[in-house]
C-alpha cells in the first residue's frame, strides 16, 4: 500500500511567485495536514482538512492557503512567496483525527 | 513559554546504550502524545502513539507518559548506528484539530 505522497520533491521559485504543493494521502486516510519545517526545528503545523473541511489553522499569514478534494487529496498554496517561506513543506495524512499521522517526504522549497 | 520543550542535543552514545529522551509541555489539554524519528532530509516516521499514562512498549522502544507532570519519554534499548536520527515529540489536542511538534532531539549512535 502506498504511503504518502507528495509533488513536486524539489522546487526553486522567485520572491513574489505563487507556488502548489500537491499531497495524496494513504488509501483510505480523510485527513490531510500541512507543516513548514525549517532547517533545525520542528514541524510547524499550518492546515488540517478533514472530510474536505478545514479543521485547523496554524499562526500563518493569509498568503498560505489549502484545499482538500474529493478523493482526499490536497493542495497548499502560498502567494507572494519570501525568502522566510523556504522551508520543507511536509503532509501528513491519518485515517481520522486525532490519530497518529504518517508524513510525506515532503516537497523542498526553496525561494530565491 | 514555548508548548513544547525538548532538549535538542547534539546526543552522542555508543552502540548498545540505553537511550533517553525527554520532552515537557505547558498545556494540559493535551491527551494524544507521539515520537516521531526522522532522517536527514526525509519525513517524520512514527515511531509510538500512545493517549493514556503510563507505558508503552514496542520492540526496543517504550513511550512514557506522565500526565500530571506534563512529561513524556521515550526510552531506546539496545541502540545502533541505524537510530542515529533526529526524534521529536508531538502532542495532539483532545480536539485534533493540530499537532504540536517539539524541536527535535539529535541522536548520534556512535559504533
Known amino acids: 500500500d502506498a504511503g504518502v505522497t507528495q509533488s513536486p520533491t524539489h522546487l526553486i521559485k522567485t520572491r513574489g511567485q505563487h507556488v502548489t504543493l500537491r499531497c495524496s494521502p494513504i488509501?483510505?486516510?480523510?485527513?490531510v495536514s500541512w507543516y513548514q519545517q525549517v532547517l533545525g526545528q520542528g514541524p510547524q503545523f499550518i492546515f488540517q482538512y478533514y472530510e474536505k473541511e478545514e479543521r485547523g489553522r496554524g499562526n500563518f499569514p493569509d498568503r498560505f492557503s489549502a484545499r482538500q478534494f474529493p478523493n482526499y487529496s490536497s493542495e497548499l498554496n502560498v502567494n507572494a512567496l519570501l525568502l522566510g517561506d523556504s522551508a520543507l513543506y511536509l503532509c501528513?495524512?491519518?485515517?481520522?483525527?486525532?490519530?497518529?499521522?504518517?508524513f510525506g517526504q515532503g516537497t523542498r522549497l526553496t525561494v530565491v | 513559554q514555548k508548548e513544547v520543550e525538548q532538549d535538542p542535543g547534539p546526543l552522542s552514545v555508543p552502540e548498545g546504550a540505553i537511550v533517553s529522551l525527554n520532552c515537557t509541555y505547558s498545556?494540559?489539554?493535551?491527551?494524544?502524545f507521539m515520537w516521531y524519528r526522522q532522517y536527514s532530509r526525509k519525513g517524520p516516521e512514527l515511531l509510538m502513539y500512545?493517549?493514556?499514562?503510563g507505558n508503552k512498549e514496542d520492540g526496543r522502544f517504550t513511550a512514557q507518559v506522565d500526565k500530571s507532570s506534563k512529561y513524556i519519554s521515550l526510552f531506546i534499548r539496545d541502540s545502533q548506528p541505524s537510530d542515529s536520527a533526529t526524534y521529536l515529540c508531538?502532542?495532539?489536542?483532545?480536539?485534533?484539530?493540530?499537532?504540536?511538534f517539539g524541536p527535535g532531539t539529535s541522536l548520534s549512535v556512535i559504533p
Open positions: 500512545t493517549y493514556s499514562s
Open positions: 498545556n494540559s489539554a493535551f491527551q494524544y
Open positions: 501528513a495524512s491519518s485515517p481520522n483525527p486525532p490519530t497518529q499521522a504518517f
Open positions: 508531538a502532542m495532539v489536542y483532545l480536539s485534533g484539530d493540530k499537532v504540536i
Open positions: 488509501s483510505g486516510h480523510k485527513s
